[in-house]
């Protein structure tokens, strides 16, 4: 087997494991190509988090089919992981990879790939379980058998197609809110060591990615074997920063970001860890989904709109204006109209740079799925506009404070179209200029003005 081609569906774990996948296959000495090149091994890497997912990934099967006949597909990531019916009648030549721990031998046996070279670097650092802290199987999962594994794929040396890398610190989780079924796909709560983490963000750096987004299936779980704090002693974790504060101390890593966490993990040592490093920006994603007390008890989540409202504080008090940025979900069942209320009060009171919103939609598979009081669509979009007109309106009111200052761009597109992102993560799109400028460079810019995703900027001149 000489070519292949891959295509990843679903969050940043999963674009993650997707590079690890691609990088393994061309050690195995395969060439990437595109779907319409006929590639001898098509890989599907799923997601599974709503029904529209499973039916991405079921359509990407299927047209892989139908463009290369003659291929072999093979099926991985979240939805063939969980047993939920979603995922049958493709016929011989595509096969599923049900458990994630095998999907290594699997690959290498279905492409005749050598093994890894025992005295690479690829190697030394495979996450064995020398290298794997704090694993343990959820007490909820209740057939063993079923259980996949966690999956044991060389760690990264870059991220390809991307200015920004991703890197995966921790996996799992057994958290079960209610609307997700991420605890049936990633059962095994487990985090990477901080050697293995050191030495993958180092071989990111050296192959030119001048920003890590730190990420994880449970980032402020990192280090514990639960995403429970009440199975945490004193209900503290300061493995995270930590961690942090070792990769930031990397020579010339210019940019670290942190993805998702929740309130309680942004404890005031998280915080100095902010303070101390320039490196690390000022943007924390922070997860509500409800700004009801009511809602998120129902979901099952470990906070409350109070105890949410004072972290925001407690960040706003010790950091330079950071770009808090959330999830909202819209329509969970038994949202009343004044449960919406609170969560655009919780929102305008917060000053959210950004919020994703989704409208909830039952995910067979989950507790939520079999709740009454579903709401009806009409009600699901009304709040779903509503909230991204407030969206639109605080992330501009949020970005207009930076106007007449200098921000340092990320580039990520040359073609002419010259933006990038910021320090505070909003998009910057620069005037033309006289001045050519590349992808992936960091550039000092002067912020003029709002426009409809982000600001205008100029660059300023190096001597400046
Ligand atoms: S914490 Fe909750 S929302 Fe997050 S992955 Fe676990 S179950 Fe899903």
Redesign the pocket.
């Known amino acids: 087997m000489k070519t292949f081609s891959i295509n990843t569906l679903g969050c940043k774990v999963n674009q993650y494991e997707g590079q690890q996948i691609q990088e393994l296959l061309e050690q195995f000495g395969l060439h990437n190509i595109g779907l319409s090149e006929k590639p001898e091994l098509v890989v599907v890497n799923t997601c599974c988090v709503t029904h529209t997912a499973s039916a991405k990934s079921r359509r990407y099967i299927r047209k892989a089919q139908k463009l290369s006949p003659d291929a072999l597909i093979v099926v991985c990531g979240c939805l063939p992981t969980v047993n939920i019916g979603e995922l049958n009648d493709f016929g011989t030549n595509v096969h599923l990879i049900r458990n994630r721990g095998c999907l290594v031998a699997e690959l290498s046996r279905l492409t005749n790939g050598k093994a890894i070279a025992p005295n690479s670097r690829s190697h030394q650092f495979c996450p064995d379980l020398n290298n794997i802290i704090k694993t343990k199987i959820s007490p909820k999962i209740k057939d063993k058998n079923e259980l996949s594994d966690y999956l044991n794929l060389p760690p990264l040396n870059s991220f390809k197609g991307r200015t920004r890398a991703f890197l995966k610190i921790q996996d799992g ?5 209610t ?5 049936k796909t ?1 059962p095994f709560v487990h985090s990477k060591s901080a050697d293995v983490v050191i030495h993958e963000a180092q071989a990111l750096m050296e192959a030119g990615h001048k920003e890590i987004v730190v990420t994880g ?2 980032l402020g779980a990192y280090g514990q074997d639960s ?1 429970r704090r009440k199975n945490w002693p004193n209900r503290q974790n300061n493995n995270l920063a930590d961690l942090l504060d070792k990769m930031a101390e990397i020579p010339n890593l210019a940019r670290i970001r942190l993805s998702s966490l ?1 309130p309680a993990d942004v404890t005031p040592r998280l915080l100095d860890t902010f303070s101390k490093h320039r490196n690390i920006m000022p943007h924390l994603h922070l ?1 509500l989904q409800s700004g009801s007390n009511v809602i998120l008890k129902k979901m ?3 906070y409350n709109s109070d105890e949410f409202r004072e972290k925001i504080e407690l960040i706003k008090d010790r950091l330079d204006r950071p770009a808090i940025t959330t999830d909202i979900i819209v329509g969970f069942p038994g949202e009343t109209d004044s449960d919406f209320e609170q969560t655009v009060a919780l929102a305008k009171d917060a000053g959210f740079a950004k919020m994703h919103i989704f409208t909830f939609s039952p995910r067979k598979g989950t507790a939520a799925a079999k709740m009454q009081n579903t709401i009806d669509n009409r009600a699901k979009k009304e709040r779903s506009i509503l909230l991204h007109n407030l969206n639109t309106e605080l992330a501009r009111i949020y970005r207009q404070q930076f106007i007449g200052q200098t921000a340092k761009v990320l580039l990520e597109n040359d073609n002419g179209q010259l933006y990038g992102r910021c320090e505070r993560y909003f998009m910057v799109h620069l005037q033309k200029n006289t001045r050519s400028s590349e992808k992936n460079e960091l550039l000092k810019v002067r912020l003029i003005k709002n426009c409809t995703d982000g600001l205008i900027g100029q660059i300023v001149p190096v001597a400046d």
């Open positions: 989780c057994d958290g079960y809110c609307y997700c079924i991420v605890p990633r299936v449970f995403v929740e997860s099952c989540r470990q």
